[in-house]
């Protein structure tokens, strides 16, 4: 599993209010990447970072915001969370130098009624 | 035209059949692909990589990519019940910090 675990893995919350997932790894990988899955549409980048304070945007970052101060540990924040964001969130890290392959964490499926 | 295209299914086969999975893409660029197998409320798994064209293979499983028709297979010989799962295409074109582009990923069904 690479080493990673995002917390928590279920959450249920109401339209309007924050929410924070957390991904954290125990590699030392300096490529860090938060993805939705949805039906229809499948997985699809949020945001990534490419080291401690640096991060990028993915295709779908708006509404979301991001952070990375240890390079163990990744932030994924809904500043208020809107129906719209109800999916499953997974957080991968880039394994192998020169390749572009990525491992993923087991996921948090976030509910927002 | 989505960059990826790869067929939803769901597909459902006996207990070893063959089984071939494919996905199209549109991007030139793409050099890195990727196959991930996923289960029911579980993260993708990574279970096949190649580079560039070419053939790769790995006991029951065979990635073949196509680069001048854009188009990449994975093979499964003698397909277990314990296949059931959504398989997914990935590709990159393999520049820094670059996300891969996936397929939406096929059902596959396999029944004893």
């Known amino acids: 599993d690479a080493g990673i675990t995002q917390s928590p893995r279920h959450k249920v919350t109401e339209t309007g209010t924050p929410v924070t997932l957390r991904c954290h790894q125990t590699e030392n990988h300096r490529y860090m990447y938060w993805y939705r899955q949805d039906p229809g549409h499948g997985l699809r980048l949020i945001h990534y970072s490419y080291g401690v304070k640096d991060t990028d945007k993915g295709e779908v970052s708006d509404g979301y915001s991001v952070s990375r101060s240890k390079t163990e540990d990744f932030l994924l924040t809904l500043e208020s969370a809107t129906s719209s964001q109800t999916s499953v969130y997974f957080c991968?890290?880039?394994?192998?130098?020169?390749?572009?392959?990525?491992?993923f964490g087991p996921g948090t499926r976030l509910t927002v009624l | 035209q989505k960059e990826v295209e790869q067929d939803p299914g769901p597909l459902s086969v006996p207990e070893g059949a063959i089984v071939s999975l494919n996905c199209t893409y549109s991007n030139s660029a793409f050099q890195y692909f990727m196959w991930y197998r996923q289960y029911s409320r579980k993260g993708p798994e990574l279970l096949m990589y190649t580079y560039s064209s070419g053939n790769k293979e790995d006991g029951r499983f065979t990635a073949q990519v196509d680069k001048s028709s854009k188009y990449i297979s994975l093979f499964i010989r003698d397909s277990q019940p314990s296949d059931s799962a959504t398989y997914l295409c990935a590709m990159s074109a393999n520049q820094a910090g670059t996300a891969l582009i996936f397929g939406k990923g096929t059902t596959l069904s396999v029944s004893s």
């Open positions: 991968a890290i880039k394994n192998r130098v020169g390749t572009d392959t990525q491992y």
